[in-house]
C-alpha cells in the first residue's frame, strides 16, 4: 500500500502485489484475496481519518486505460467529498492539494498500525 506520488485527491493510495503481473486476472487466488483485505484495511482507514464521502476505485489495465506503469497492475483508491472539484483543474490544468503528502502518509500509517493493534 502506496500513497500515488501524483494524487488525484488527498489520501490517494495505490495497492499493489508483490506478484509481478500485468493484469488483475492473472493473479492467483490467494494473492487476490490479499489485494481485497488490503483494499478493506485501507477505506477502513481513510473513513475514519478523513472522513470522505465516498470514493473512486478500480485498477488501469494498459497504457490506452491510463497505466503508467503498465508491467505490475496496482488498484487505485480515490477518496472524494461534495465539491472536491475546482477551477484549477479546468482553467491551469494543476490540482490543489490541501495536504502535503508526508503529513498524509504519517497520518493514514498511524490510523492503520491503530486498526491492525485491534
Same mark, same amino acid.
Given at each position: ?5 501524483? #494524487? ?30 488490503? =483494499? ?38 480515490? #477518496? ?9 483543474? =479546468? =482553467? ?5 492539494? #490541501? ?20
Amino acid at each position: 500500500m502506496m500513497l500515488n506520488r501524483y #494524487p488525484y485527491n488527498n489520501g490517494h493510495l495505490m495497492i499493489a502485489p508483490f506478484q509481478h503481473v500485468e493484469t488483475i486476472e492473472k493473479l492467483d487466488a490467494a494473492t487476490l484475496a490479499e489485494l481485497m483485505a488490503q =483494499v478493506q484495511l485501507a477505506l477502513k482507514a481513510l473513513r475514519q481519518l478523513m472522513k470522505p464521502d465516498g470514493f473512486n476505485m478500480g485498477v488501469n489495465e494498459g497504457k490506452v486505460a491510463g497505466a503508467g506503469f503498465e508491467e505490475h497492475m496496482h488498484y487505485h483508491i480515490v #477518496p472524494r467529498w461534495h465539491g472536491d472539484t475546482n477551477f484549477m483543474p =479546468v =482553467v491551469a490544468d494543476i490540482k490543489v492539494m #490541501p495536504e502535503h503528502l508526508d503529513i498524509v502518509y504519517a497520518q493514514l500509517k498511524q490510523r492503520i498500525d491503530s486498526i491492525l493493534a485491534g
